[in-house]
């Protein structure tokens, strides 16, 4: 009997020992993590912010489609943020207010009137108002492996009325409990009896916490008890309100395609486009409904199931006396008017992916998918639009539209911020990124560059200077010919310096790419940007090699900047999850080419557009808007390229066959006209012709390099780098007249 006694004692001994050391183990394993709150948050991703004031030039049209990518929804009256009342060019918007590094912009009702394309009345309760911001366009995020997403909240941001609701529905003992609750248990034991199997928990809101931060979804006796300890060790070291909050941000609401939506700040923001601050009573009753079943009762699928549950949450939200019986009247009759915009990473994958690459060069891949991050671009919604649209409409109505595919890129001139960014006619899917990873010939693309090499040295190059348009053959290899043509197939003699680059005459250039040397031109394109291994070979005058849109738009955003080196800038501001500013992307520039001779580098590319190979641009564009650009041509029509700026825009594009097939497309038959339909709707600022310090204009012979006198036959008006412009003077007949150009009108302006 004493034997039995002692192995008894021996026996209770150890189990209090093991469990003692069991109870360590999952005290450490709570204390260890929630306390740090290691969430996996995505990073976010936002468009620039659409700012406002007096004199801005927008279009009632581009108001409206902000305010429709942001979710703003029609309505008679305004009672809520996010709401927009549109009468023509009159908006009274209700905003949402956003919380930028620099200020907070609150939620407020602002009449908006537009009159002819400019903001001419911008107030707030009969006061003007001098600059606002609305809230930035989330484009996408970068998400975890397992998909998880969720806005952290804090417990005072959250409407007292839902967490009262909360608590009626799933925990009415909460702040009174220790983590369990007998009755709870009691209840769910007898159905689990009455089922034969385990079908309820009997949960309080701590032990729901417990099983989805620390347990595996299986219903076992053991999870249980694991489950049942861990809620009680939760309860001895956290206050009631860390709980809550945590429970707040961990909750499962509901699914977005292989995103899985956690917590009420992220659900508001999926079913509602609102903040969870912001949310009506009968928005707060249906999250809190879905709780049960995120699936079952998911509102964009099974409307009258999600209705019976909200409904059910606000009766017994007036039961307890957290509302009233007028408040319950007025709830239960509100529709459901859930937000079924997709906020996932789907909207803009092509620009998410060049911010992610972006982001790729500073930041691990597990900071990016965990910390939270609020990543800001300079992601222009308005004009990604324009130029979806201009590829679409023009891709659409070529001949084997069908095999084509098309990207583009879109700069600001002054700054090299990224605004837009076409990667494949499917816009809409992630895929492959033309714009970035499309490897293509540039053909005529790259000609700018030796004609910037050779005015380099203005004491032999100018733009009157002659050059030989005629065959050429260089012996390559391994005594390999090459002996390139015209793409007509005829040949000009000497023809102006201009004349080569404007009418892209591929003898002309070749042969002056030879003379200026290989050497040289690496040179040039590495001052414009250019990074990437080039093919020392003659070919390279003609754009032998594999370059992307992305690659193209670095070195004209260096000419279009009359030669400054500016790194194209996509990504703006990044802040913590906490709203603290990390890291700022300031402008920066170098000066790599001298201002007078980019100057005459841009007069051709002018004249490109006026006279030359893109002159059908003003087949779309108004005559009197100024732009510069390039066609490009690859054998066999392949690649269809244009790369050109307006005093505010640049943009390059192309169009081509995955394939490598042949188009039958032309630079000026293809991309141009993306292009220019693109730029007709978006470009505001028109080239300014500004003539710098160092050149002067004069009147010389077209064909002779020659001065002449402005009134003779075939006279034209050119810049020159002061000092170089030709010695010879050249005498002609009264009867002659003066040749009239696009240059001349630039002065008479």
Not at 447 to 457: C, S, V
Not at 460 to 484: F, M, N, R, S
Request: charged share 25%; glycine share 8%; hydrophobic share 40%.
């Amino acid at each position: 009997m004493v034997f039995k006694k002692k192995s008894l004692i021996k026996i209770i001994t150890t189990a209090l020992v093991v469990l003692i050391f069991y109870l360590i183990y999952l005290d450490v394993r709570i204390t260890d993590s929630f306390s740090e709150n290691l969430w996996e948050v995505p990073a976010r991703v936002y468009a620039r912010p659409l700012e406002l004031y007096s004199g801005l030039s927008i279009s009632s049209s581009d108001l409206s489609l902000e305010l429709k990518w942001l979710g703003y929804k029609k309505v008679k009256t305004l009672d809520n943020p996010g709401q927009v009342i549109r009468r023509g060019n009159l908006f009274l918007i209700y905003t949402r207010g956003f919380g930028f590094a620099d200020e907070n912009e609150i939620a407020r009702k602002v009449k908006i009137r537009i009159r002819d394309n400019f903001i001419t009345e911008l107030s707030s309760k009969n006061n003007n108002i001098e600059l606002m911001r609305l809230e930035p366009l989330e484009i996408g995020a970068i998400y975890p492996a397992h998909g998880e997403d969720r806005l952290l909240v804090r417990l005072r941001d959250v409407p007292p009325t839902l967490i009262d609701g909360l608590l009626a529905i799933e925990d009415q003992a909460f702040q009174k409990h220790l983590g369990f609750s007998f009755k709870g248990i009691f209840r769910a034991l007898i159905q689990n009896l009455t089922s034969g199997k385990v079908v309820s928990g009997g949960s309080t809101i701590t032990q729901q916490l417990v099983k989805n931060y620390y347990l595996t979804p299986e219903r076992t006796l053991l999870r249980k008890i694991n489950e049942l300890f861990m809620a009680i060790l939760l309860e001895f070291h956290y206050t009631k309100s860390q709980i809550l909050e945590n429970y707040l941000n961990e909750i499962y609401l509901g699914q977005d395609g292989r995103r899985a939506i956690h917590g009420f700040g992220l659900a508001a923001k999926h079913y509602f486009n609102k903040p969870l601050a912001q949310l009506g009573l009968h928005e707060q009753a249906l999250l809190i409904g879905i709780i049960k079943g995120p699936s079952f009762y998911n509102p964009k699928k099974h409307k009258d199931r999600a209705i019976e549950r909200r409904n059910l949450v606000l009766d017994k939200m007036q039961e307890l006396g957290v509302i009233s019986s007028e408040e319950l009247l007025v709830t239960k009759s509100m529709p459901l008017q859930v937000n079924f915009l997709s906020i996932r990473s789907g909207n803009f994958p092509a620009y998410l992916d060049l911010v992610h690459r972006q982001l790729s060069l500073e930041y691990q891949e597990r900071d990016l998918t965990t910390l939270g991050l609020n990543i800001f671009t300079n992601f222009d919604p308005i004009l990604q639009d324009k130029l979806e649209n201009s590829s679409q409409t023009v891709l659409q109505n070529l001949p084997g539209s069908a095999e084509l595919e098309t990207s583009s890129i879109v700069t600001r001139v002054d700054t090299g911020e990224v605004v837009a960014l076409v990667g494949g006619k499917a816009n809409r899917y992630a895929g492959f990124n033309r714009a970035l990873d499309a490897r293509r010939p540039a053909g005529s693309l790259l000609k700018p560059a030796i004609y910037l090499a050779a005015l380099e040295d203005p004491s032999t190059y100018t733009l009157a200077t002659l050059i030989e348009d005629i065959p050429l053959t260089v012996k390559g290899p391994g005594g390999k010919l090459w002996q390139p043509q015209n793409f007509d197939r005829k040949t000009r003699g000497k023809v102006p310096l201009r004349e080569g680059l404007s009418q892209s005459l591929n003898l002309a250039t070749a042969r002056l790419g030879m003379t200026v040397g290989l050497d040289k031109l690496l040179d040039v394109l590495r001052r414009l940007g250019l990074e990437q291994p080039v093919p020392l070979v003659p070919s390279l005058t003609l754009g032998a090699g594999e370059y992307s849109p992305y690659t193209m738009a670095t070195l004209y955003q260096s000419i279009a900047s009359g030669g400054f080196q500016l790194p194209l800038r996509t990504i703006r501001q990044i802040l913590d999850s906490r709203g603290k500013p990390l890291r700022r992307f300031p402008l920066t520039y170098d000066r790599t080419f001298n201002l007078s001779t980019m100057h005459l580098l841009q007069y051709i590319l002018r004249e490109s557009v006026r006279t030359g190979t893109g002159k059908s641009v003003y087949y779309t564009l108004d005559k009197n808007f100024d732009v510069a650009g390039k066609t490009g041509t690859t054998n066999d029509g392949r690649d269809s390229w244009f790369a050109g700026f307006s005093g505010d825009l640049l943009a390059v594009t192309w169009i081509g066959r995955d394939d490598n097939g042949a188009t039958t497309l032309t630079g000026a038959t293809g991309a141009l006209k993306i292009w220019a339909k693109f730029m007709n709707s978006a470009a505001e600022r028109s080239l300014i012709y500004r003539m710098p310090e160092g050149v002067e204009v004069h009147w010389v012979d077209e064909y002779s390099s020659t001065i002449r006198d402005g009134f003779c036959e075939n006279s034209i008006l050119l810049p020159f780098i002061s000092g170089t412009q030709p010695a010879e003077y050249r005498k002609c007949v009264a009867r002659d007249s003066a040749k009239k150009s696009w240059f001349q009108s630039l002065f008479r302006r």
